[in-house]
């Protein structure tokens, strides 16, 4: 099989016929189709669910606490009543949007700065890799918890601040991606003939590091899910009665001795959506023929 | 060897000294000071006025990084917001139970992950390394949070065999921590082993493809000799740099489970502070965690160079 980064190069093929070339292979694999398969379930049960859901999502009722499931209700009941499978299949709405909008802001101005900088090095690039690192060396939880207590936890204010925050380690990316080019004949051959940067960048240098920008992109879409799950769980994301996973499992913690279910209708949910985006990410991975094994876990 | 070690001294100096910048910006950007969070709702004229005197806030915020830093660097984070209380006294017991929490993780993740990434290289593809490998994905991808939930229904709620959370108070001797660290123990390691695991599959199994492994091959070595001789001590030595990373990750990952199993660790103090304001000792935490990260990346630079004699001589290395 001949590696799609090979194809890149050349950069012939319209987008629509190569978007179905990986898709493509990326079904082709067991794994890879399972995890296609959860993440395309997800995505329309957060766009179709509203529709069919069978009761209101924070309709409290104080006869029906902690219910365990039934006919009536599938999944049992919450602490106040309201029918957990209703809950969950809404649960995953918000941070579905939210990272689904911060993903691809994180990878455009990550990878471009990455490339930017990987193209000119020098003094700017030294000072912008240790702004980097000292970002990197905090933990994510304590910048996001700044971020949000800073800025406000509303869809708004996450969109921007998921976005600039997981871009930072997307420049790291880029630019060691962009390294492996600059040196290759034709960036040379664009230098030697006086192209300006600009234009190096937009022909020459980002449909080669493209490749590593989408896979790089789908990782960091589980990342920031993780982070914003987290950030609910933690009381600092969504607000109740909004239904949320992360913060449905923080609320059924208390309860999980006499009902279990609770807890783990949301975990099955936010586990399958996070599994089947990084089976995705593999598969992709290996469809453009990059071993992301290798990466660092960060 | 010495000058590339400097350098690198000097690199990780720059960090940490950008680490406080960016640490104490943001937390200056928190809305109310602590003045407001202490006087609470009688935070207004001449009492405000008189707080921020005594406590030195109505200084230009450049002199005041000068003399946080400047005090921080002496061990001496000053005193919580909301007391008397002094932050390195307080923070002190909370980094020693996250010590205890994360050294423990890995002194079990370490080898497993060593152990089983090796196995599943040497075994690639068969049986076992499918279930290794896919159990790995899913400890690896699935939110702390929802893992440790998982432990605590399993292993607390429906067995009874540990204790699901944490009461022991945060100056309690370890041995009193003991019962009710294992499951935090257990749920931080599995993430960490699943990480470890897949880097030191793929290092092996590059090794296993490089030339001097086939020419050991075709030389007629023995395979478990060429294993033990040739393949491990070379894959083994990226791991060192993995191990670092997965540390860094650890202090990200440890708050999380520590809220989870309300244990009395340098992460929940941090949550605590974070609602309620408490800057001072936010600032302090975030900065003994950037100091943890860069001293370990900086002590796994070292150990790699150490073990690996062809980067003694190196000058630069590709970042």
Redesign the interface.
């Known amino acids: 099989m001949t590696s799609l980064s090979d194809t890149a190069v050349a950069g012939q093929k319209p987008l629509l016929v190569r978007a179905a070339v990986v898709i493509g292979d990326i079904v082709s694999r067991p794994s890879g189709l399972i995890g296609f398969g959860l993440v395309v379930l997800h995505i329309f049960l957060a766009i179709a669910s509203p529709f069919f859901v069978p009761y209101d999502y924070k309709e409290v009722s104080a006869q029906l606490m902690l219910q365990a499931p039934s006919a009536e209700h599938w999944f049992g009941t919450d602490h106040l009543g309201r029918d957990i499978f209703t809950r969950t299949l809404l649960g995953g709405r918000e941070a579905l949007m939210v990272t689904a909008i911060a993903t691809p802001i994180a990878v455009t101005w990550g990878g471009f700065l990455g490339v930017l900088f990987g193209l000119l090095g020098g003094r700017f690039d030294d000072v912008l ?3 980097v ?3 990197l ?6 910048v996001m ?3 949000v ?2 800025f406000g936890s509303s869809s708004q204010v996450l969109i921007p601040t998921l976005g600039f925050f997981y871009g930072i380690p997307v420049i790291r990316i880029a630019r060691a991606a962009t ?1 492996d080019v600059v040196a290759r004949d034709f960036v040379v051959a664009a230098r030697a003939r006086g192209q300006r940067k600009m234009t190096i960048i937009g022909r020459e240098l980002l449909p080669n590091v493209l490749d590593v920008l989408m896979v790089e992109g789908a990782m960091r879409w ?1 990342w920031m899910l ?1 982070a914003f ?2 950030l609910s ?2 009381g ?1 994301g969504v607000s109740p009665p909004t239904p949320d996973w ?1 913060l449905m ?2 609320d059924s ?1 208390g309860f ?2 006499f009902a ?1 279910w609770a ?2 209708a949301p ?1 099955v949910g ?2 399958s959506l ?2 089947g985006i ?2 995705t990410a ?1 598969a992709l991975a290996k469809a453009m023929g990059i ?1 992301r ?2 990466k ?3 | 060897m010495i000058q590339l070690l400097l350098r690198r001294l000097f690199l990780g100096l720059i960090t940490i000294g950008l680490v406080s910048g960016i640490i104490f910006v943001s937390v200056e950007a928190l809305p109310g000071d602590s003045c407001t969070a202490f006087l609470e709702r009688e935070a207004e004229g001449k009492r405000l006025e008189n707080c921020r005197n005594d406590l030195g806030l109505n200084r230009p915020a450049a002199v005041r990084y000068f003399d946080w830093a400047g005090r921080a660097l002496q061990g001496d984070f000053g005193v919580s917001a909301n007391g008397t209380k002094s932050i390195a006294d307080m923070v002190g017991t909370r980094l020693r139970n996250s010590l205890v929490l994360a050294l423990a993780s890995l002194i079990i993740g370490i080898p497993l992950a060593i152990f089983l990434g090796i196995v599943t290289a040497l075994w690639r593809d068969r049986q076992l390394d499918l279930w290794i490998s896919t159990i790995a994905i899913f400890a690896m991808t699935i939110p702390e949070f929802v893992s440790a939930t998982v432990l605590i229904l399993i292993f607390s709620v429906w067995l009874g065999w540990l204790p699901g959370i944490v009461i022991a108070p945060a100056h309690a001797p370890i041995s009193q921590l003991l019962p009710e660290v294992i499951l935090p123990i257990i749920a931080i390691s599995m993430v960490m082993t699943a990480h470890m695991l897949r880097m030191v599959r793929t290092s092996v199994i590059e090794v296993m493809a490089s030339d001097y492994v086939q020419m050991a091959r075709l030389k007629g070595v023995p395979y478990w000799q060429m294993v033990f001789r040739h393949v491990l001590p070379n894959a083994l030595l990226p791991a060192i740099n993995v191990i670092a990373l997965t540390v860094a990750w650890l202090l990200g990952g440890v708050v999380v489970i520590e809220v989870v199993f309300n244990y009395p660790g340098l992460g929940r103090l941090m949550i605590d502070a974070i609602s309620d304001r408490d800057l001072p000792v936010v600032q302090a935490i975030a900065l003994i965690l950037a100091l943890i990260y860069v001293g370990v990346n900086l002590s796994a630079d070292l150990l790699t160079m150490i073990a690996n004699p062809r980067l003694r001589t190196l000058h630069t290395r590709k970042s």
Do not use: E, T, Y
């Open positions: 890799m240790r702004v690192d000292a970002f060396s905090l933990p994510w939880i304590l918890l700044l971020a207590v800073i390294h589980s993780l799950s987290s769980f933690l600092f992360g499992i923080s913690r999980m001795s279990p807890a783990l975990v936010l586990s996070i599994i990084n089976l593999d071993d094994a290798q660092a876990p960060l």
